[in-house]
Nanobody, 126 residues
Framework: QVQLVESGGGLVQAGGSLRLSCAASGRTFSDYRMGWFRQPPGKEREFVAA????????????YYPDSVKGRFTISRDNAKNTVYLQMNSLKSEDTAVYYC???????????????WGQGTQVTVSS
C-alpha cells in the first residue's frame, strides 16, 4: 500500500501561482510513477501531469495535456518521498480539487493509477 497526502491548495488570484505537494509513505517512492489529476465542480476528473519512476537518474520524463502544458510543472524529490506540482499563470478554469496518484505501471501518459490521495482544493478567483 502507498499512502498519499496532498497539501498546498488554497485561494489564489488569476495569474498567480501555487505549488502543490504530495507526501508518500508505505513503499519505495522511487518505484512509482507519480501523477496529478484534478476534478472541477460538476465535471469529470482530468489527468494533468505525470512523472516517470526511478532513482539516481539525471532527469525524469514528464507528461502534460495541452490544457496545462507550459503552465504546470511536475517534479519529484525521492529523498523526501514527495512529488510537486508547480502551477503558474493560473486561470479560473483551473479551479478544482487536485489529487495526487501513484502507479507501478510504467506507461508515462496512462491515466491508470492504483493509489490516490484525498485531494486538495485549488480555487482561482478572477
Amino acid at each position: 500500500q502507498v499512502q498519499l497526502v496532498e497539501s498546498g491548495g488554497g485561494l489564489v488570484q488569476a495569474g498567480g501561482s501555487l505549488r502543490l505537494s504530495c507526501a508518500a509513505s508505505g513503499r519505495t517512492f522511487s518505484d512509482y510513477r507519480m501523477g496529478w489529476f484534478r476534478q472541477p465542480p460538476g465535471k469529470e476528473r482530468e489527468f494533468v501531469a505525470a512523472i516517470s519512476w526511478g532513482a539516481g537518474i539525471p532527469s525524469y520524463r514528464t507528461y502534460y495535456p495541452d490544457s496545462v502544458k507550459g503552465r504546470f510543472t511536475i517534479s519529484r524529490d525521492n529523498a523526501k518521498n514527495t512529488v510537486y506540482l508547480q502551477m503558474n499563470s493560473l486561470k479560473s478554469e483551473d479551479t478544482a480539487v487536485y489529487y495526487c496518484a501513484a502507479s507501478r505501471l510504467a506507461v508515462l501518459a496512462s491515466a491508470r493509477f492504483e493509489y490516490w490521495g484525498q485531494g486538495t482544493q485549488v480555487t482561482v478567483s478572477s
